[in-house]
């Protein structure tokens, strides 16, 4: 076992966690490893300790107060690149599934009638993907404009 190796498995264990036999017996062969480890779990042990990490002055608010206040809050979600492909994906196979080699093998096995339940299929395919597309976006509408129009 590489040292690189060792010191990411010891990493990756969740705090008092049994060392894997694999890891100790590279530990036991390893001194530089097992300095390592060793002035880890001493910082770690010291970073526990109330005394250390106490501090005069409250800085919780002030910090929340910059956090409310920045707006670089991190997006969660689906890029646009993403859904415009996804929906120009669903349109062409709407629009080519006729010219494909399995529709034709679809036919032979299902006779002729696989037509109208496929594109009834796919219709539902592009209705769900315009509603989930429009209820993600739902910020973007002005509700001005909404509320204008249902007054008129």
Known sequence: MR?????TIYDNLDNHREI????????KNCLNCSQEIYLTQTVI??????????????????????IELSENHAKCGISGLKWMSTGILILGSIVFISFSKNFTILQDIFSFNIELPLYIVLG?????????????????INTDKISKFIER
């Open 3 to 7: 040292c690189r190796t060792a010191m």
């Open 20 to 27: 894997p036999l694999s890891l100790s017996h590279h530990l």
């Open 45 to 66: 042990e010291d970073g526990v300790r109330e005394e250390s990490i106490a501090c005069e002055v409250d800085v919780t608010r002030s910090v929340m107060n910059i």
């Open 124 to 140: 539902v395919a592009i209705s769900l993907y315009t509603s989930f597309f429009a209820g993600t976006h739902l910020n973007y």
